[in-house]
């Protein structure tokens, strides 16, 4: 699933189309973001993608298989864009305040519609396929907290590491029903006075 990000633009070197299994991650990606995995249904997709029902079958299996595949390249591109970010600067404290810059980026575009993954499990049964893509996106955000906090020199990385995991998730979900555009900004600011208080030496005031 890891490699699913590239086939949305990976051309069909026999074609000058994208693949039929690209354009129907494609169609998702688009269409399950901005307007909900359980709103929109499998014949929408089929028809933006330009592609028969059986394709999609044989490339993902079921709704839910496409869902997951979805899942997996907005993983990839947080992922990717995330590792970019913190590249920029030399410090830890500085890196993980840069993954609340780049929460802000996000919300100010026009096209943000809140977490992927909190959207698409809101009505997802608990033994879903859903869920095993989301366990695996928040594992990997919370150990690049942890990893960070830990660099950073914190006395208890993973309880600093939770605390900001907790206000990351609390700045999108205020964006998103708040339509608070400064929600990333100040959840930065808080974010810098629990890694100074984490990162302070014995004795500190």
Request: with cysteine.
């Amino acid at each position: 699933m890891a490699s699913e990000i590239s086939e949305i633009t990976e051309e069909d070197p026999t074609s000058d189309r994208p693949s039929a299994r690209a354009r129907l991650l494609a169609a998702a990606n688009e269409l399950f973001y901005q307007e909900g995995v359980n709103t929109v249904g499998i014949d929408r997709v089929i028809e933006r993608a330009g592609v028969a029902k059986a394709t999609l079958y044989s490339a993902y299996g079921s709704k839910e298989g496409l869902i997951r595949a979805y899942l997996a390249v907005r993983h990839d591109a947080r992922r990717h864009h995330l590792t970019e970010a913190v590249a920029r600067h030399d410090t830890p404290r500085e890196q993980l305040l840069d993954i609340f810059d780049s929460l802000g980026e996000s919300i100010s575009k026009p096209t943000y519609h809140g977490c992927a993954f909190v959207n698409a499990t809101v009505e997802a049964r608990p033994d879903s396929p859903i869920f095993e893509a989301t366990d695996e996106y928040r594992a990997w955000m919370r150990a690049l907290f942890v990893d960070l906090a830990t660099a950073a020199g914190a006395a208890d990385p993973d309880e600093l590491a939770c605390h900001l995991n907790l206000l990351y998730d609390g700045a999108g979900i205020a964006a998103r029903l708040d339509r608070a555009q400064t929600a990333a900004t100040a959840a930065r600011a808080a974010a810098a006075v629990l890694i100074d208080a984490a990162t302070a030496g014995p004795g500190t005031p």
